[in-house]
């Protein structure tokens, strides 16, 4: 039984003793150090060196002018930033204020434009977004038109390396080439 006392022992001293020596730390009074106090132009800058690109010229005043802390508060709720000049220039830009479904209609992607010229979707009605079907079918037209000269000496073209390393031609665009009915030539 003597082994069994000392072993108990062994395990409720080091607990008792972590105890005391917990209390005895809990009690001592903290100490407290004040940071020393920056200028609030040091301040200033040091925030827009942390959290900005870096002070452009006449920034540092500025946040100095308005205090440190309400800048800082401005770059995590930008909407609270009043910018009329910004306002002012987007407002002819209309597709800002469109939803994504007039978007879709107003613009209609080169899937859709690609069927219309071939036949398979008609025409928009509308005016409007028949100009536009029509000025994309054109765009698109233009792009495809793609004139590969049969001889390579005529053309003043070069070799270059794409992506993935393999050496592609360079075609160049020629608009007689497309008004003669030319087509996309693969290299």
Sequence with gaps: MPSLRRDKTFIVAPIVLAFVCLIAFASKKKETRNAPQMEESKRALHALERLSFGPRRGDVERVTAMGVEKWIDLQLH?????DS???ARLAPLRT????TREIVDNFPPQPVIKAVM????PMP???VKRAVGETGAQTRSSDSCVH?????ESWG?????GSDHRKRRCYTFNPEHCQSGGTREAA
């Excluded at 590969?148 to 390579?152: E, G, N, V």
Aim: proline share 10%; hydrophobic share 20%.
């Design 78 to 82: 930008p909407e609270k930033i009043e």
């Design 85 to 87: 000049n910004l306002e």
């Design 96 to 99: 800002l204020r469109m939803d």
């Design 118 to 121: 071939e036949g398979r979707r």
């Design 125 to 127: 009605s509308d005016p």
């Design 148 to 152: 590969k000269p049969s001889d390579r």
């Design 157 to 161: 073209g070069r070799w270059v390396h």
